[in-house]
């Protein structure tokens, strides 16, 4: 994961921190989904108008660059009920997920996976609801 975080959108704090409550199962117990828990519960909170435009938030749009492949891809934050891999749809839960939240442009992050660890640049935010005034995403 990134070494420090960016504060995280008050709306997206509120939304998480209901999900992680009702969160049960193997995945509740994984280190990234409690490293995600702390991270919400102890991070700094921006209005969502004041919201850095180069950090990570929910639904946000990223280009990322498999530092160990070269391979570049897109891929978007969301919730649980709308993660699709196929479609580039990477639940917040996911290691993946888990890494980019609260992460800026540049960062690189450390996700652990079944296969063994990943290395991650964030190269663009291509989309970010709150730049965009999306407020209903």
Avoid at 3 to 20: A, H, I, N, T
Avoid at 119 to 124: K, L, P, T
């Amino acid at each position: 994961m990134a070494e420090s975080f960016s504060p995280l959108s008050r709306f997206d704090v509120e939304r998480l921190e209901s999900l992680l409550g009702r969160q049960s199962g193997p995945s509740a117990g994984a280190d990234h989904v409690a490293d995600l828990a702390v991270r919400i519960q102890t991070c700094d909170q921006a209005d969502p108008l004041a919201m850095p435009r180069d950090v990570v938030t929910m639904n946000s749009t990223v280009a990322l660059d498999n530092v160990m492949t070269g391979k570049r891809f897109q891929c978007t934050l969301v919730f649980p009920h709308a993660a699709d891999s196929s479609a580039g749809a990477i639940s917040v839960l996911a290691p993946l997920g888990a890494a980019l939240l609260g992460s800026r442009v540049g960062d690189t992050l450390n996700v652990a996976t079944p296969g063994g660890s990943c290395r991650y640049r964030v190269e663009a935010l291509v989309f970010q609801p709150e730049a965009a005034g999306r407020f209903d995403l």
